[in-house]
């Protein structure tokens, strides 16, 4: 018998966090700061440092221990960590579906949340591409 689309999708959040785990893992023997990673696209053609520009470096600092490194090259994404687990759980109670213990029937966060962490995302792009925020831009 064939799945539904609906008993199907609690998989996609579960792949999604194994396949984090899984680079996390293989993160945590590979330095970014001295082994070539992949460029960001917009970094590689424009030269400027995205939101998220750092995270790789960041989450290496992180899986070590260096909390300060860490907020050093993306303290954006290091502050932000814990709100994507709890909207990565969100997301997996919303496919859960409705005839399931703990299924949500919520949007994962209210719609002025999500504007409002836009515009800090889109906020942090720009300054830590002005000498003015320098000091927000991982290290070269």
């Known amino acids: 018998m064939a799945r539904s689309r609906t008993t199907a999708l609690p998989a996609v959040p579960l792949v999604t966090a194994g396949t984090a785990v899984l680079a996390s893992v293989g993160l945590y023997f590979v330095n ?3 082994t070539h990673v992949p460029l960001c ?3 590689a053609v424009t030269g400027l440092n995205c939101p998220l520009c750092g995270a790789t470096r960041a989450t290496y ?3 070590h221990g260096d ?3 860490a907020l050093h090259d993306n303290a954006v994404y290091v502050l932000g960590l814990p709100l994507l687990f709890w909207l990565g759980w969100r997301w997996y109670r919303a496919t859960a579906g409705p005839d399931r ?5 919520h949007r994962l966060m209210p719609r002025a949340v999500f504007i409002a962490l836009l515009v800090l995302l889109v906020v942090f792009g720009v300054v830590r591409n002005l000498p003015i925020g320098a000091f927000l831009s991982p290290p070269a």
Do not use: D, I, M, Y
């Open 101 to 105: 213990p703990g299924a949500s029937r």
């Open 67 to 69: 909390v300060v490194t």
């Open 32 to 34: 970014p700061n001295t």
């Open 41 to 43: 696209p917009f970094h």
């Open 61 to 63: 600092a992180l899986l």
